[in-house]
């Protein structure tokens, strides 16, 4: 675990190569907060790192959101999540879906990218298989808009609880 003086005396390459995994793929974003440093406390770092994500252009935006995994998806049975991403749905359950879950998270996550050309996210660590798969059935039904917006604050808390794991508040 680091501390938060650490990050602020940290160089640019220190400082994205502890936090730029907080935000799926997408170290661009803890490089362009670098530059904010220093900060009070996690929670400082947090919002300027969110503000970043704020202040981007939608493209940029969705790229983000697509960046995700799809929730027990075929990146995960093959093995090539992130160590956070594996972790996390791990820990709601989904590395050991029945047959019947496995084929019933294809189908709603391949209807819900269908519609809003990106893949569901939500703070897994949050969830557990029931409750994940609730939401994604409930949100499929939402405007393209509203789950941007939803999305977004689901990859905030990821990035929350990511930020956790390795900066001392």
Known sequence: MTSIA???AADRATFVGTIGFAFEDSPWIAEAAWAGRPFADRNALLRALI??????????RIALIAAH?????????????TAASRDE???????RLTAE????????NGSYRARFGFPFVICAREHDTGSILAALEARAGN???DEIVTALDEIAKIARLRLADVVAP
């Not at 749905?89 to 590395?95: E, M, P, S, V, Y």
């Open 89 to 95: 749905q791990a820990a709601a359950g989904l590395d």
């Open 51 to 60: 503000t970043v994500v704020e202040q981007s252009p939608e493209e940029r």
């Open 69 to 81: 995994p799809d929730l027990a998806g075929r990146v995960a049975r093959e093995g090539r999540l």
């Open 101 to 108: 879950e496995r084929a019933r998270f294809e189908a709603v």
């Open 6 to 8: 650490a990050l602020n």
């Open 143 to 145: 405007d393209r808009g």
